[in-house]
């Protein structure tokens, strides 16, 4: 019923900046608990289980892998029901395909996933 469509993702140099987007859409019942989801951002690289890069729970309190902890931030437009996450200072070790998560009891929601490469 909900779906989320990423956007933002591509080709930067080392030390640029991208904000990706993950928007839902759906029925208006689901949509209707978008601030109640908790929002995550993952990466996964080829050979490697997707890794958990940011969290922002219903209340809005936010966590951060020890990697990108002050160089990325995750935020939430709960009117245009839209997540995000602003990756500043990337580094080619960020190369990867990211993927936007919403939970909510048994429901489990992912993006398509969009390719973010950073070159030296």
């Known amino acids: 019923q909900v779906h989320l469509v990423e956007s933002g993702g591509g080709l930067v140099q080392s030390g640029e900046s991208l904000n990706l987007s993950c928007a839902a859409s759906?029925?208006?019942?689901?949509?209707?608990?978008?601030?109640?989801?908790?929002t995550n951002w993952y990466a996964q690289t080829p050979g490697r289980q997707r890794e958990l890069i940011a969290t922002m729970t219903f209340g809005g309190k936010t966590s951060y892998a020890d990697s990108v902890r002050g160089r990325f931030t995750i935020s939430r437009d709960n009117a245009k029901k839209t997540t995000y996450l602003q990756m500043n200072d990337l580094k080619p070790e960020d190369t990867a395909v990211y993927y936007c998560n919403h939970q909510i009891g048994q429901h489990d929601y992912w993006g398509q996933g969009t390719q973010v490469t950073v070159s030296s």
């Open positions: 759906g029925d208006i019942l689901s949509l209707s608990t978008f601030t109640l989801y908790k």
